[in-house]
């Protein structure tokens, strides 16, 4: 199912903020600086907030997108590969906010590893997306329009002779 303008603009803008702002922290607090300093302190904030934004979004694709896709059996492995994906971070994140110190290297490694993945998958589900929507789209294009309504399921259930 295609989203919406607005819905697309804002998955793609908050998986891109979390993203990058990851990105930015694992290189300056890894690579770059020995002393933690308030670029890493707000790279890591503006990680956290734009997570929350990516869990509303996340959210939002649930009731409609990703149950149109499993019905439809359209891009059921990428789109199955997502949900684990953010299913780990979300629980790694959780588990580096209120897990104990023994947890904390397991969960940041964990976390780290899977965001990297996840710049790779969420636009390969994109272009999935499109390829197997392209030759329903052009069937439709294809097939003469009736100037017939179109009726739900429910509709013409509705109108059968009971049995």
């Known amino acids: 199912m295609r989203l919406g303008p607005w819905q697309q603009a ?3 803008a908050a998986l891109v903020i979390v993203g990058l702002t990851g990105v ?3 290189a300056l607090h890894d690579f770059v600086e020995e002393e933690p300093s308030d670029l890493q302190r707000w790279s890591l904030v503006l990680h956290g907030v734009s997570a929350f934004a990516a869990l509303i979004v996340f ?3 649930m009731p409609l997108h990703l149950r149109s896709g ?7 492995a990428s789109g199955l590969s997502i949900t684990i994906v953010m299913t780990v ?5 959780l ?3 209120y897990g104990g110190e023994e947890m904390r290297a397991f969960a940041r490694w964990t976390h780290i590893g899977i965001g990297l993945l996840a710049f790779a998958l969420f ?5 999935f997306g499109h390829r197997s929507r392209a030759p329903a789209d052009q069937v439709r294009k294809s097939e003469p329009t009736l100037d017939v309504p179109r009726q739900s399921a429910a509709q013409a259930h509705s109108k059968r002779p009971a049995a």
């Open 70 to 76: 499993w019905l439809r059996g359209r891009n059921i």
């Open 59 to 61: 959210g939002s694709l």
């Open 123 to 127: 636009p390969m589900h994109v272009i």
């Open 89 to 93: 971070l979300i629980v790694t994140a």
């Open 95 to 97: 588990l580096l906010y």
């Open 10 to 12: 804002a998955v793609h």
């Open 24 to 26: 930015v922290w694992l």
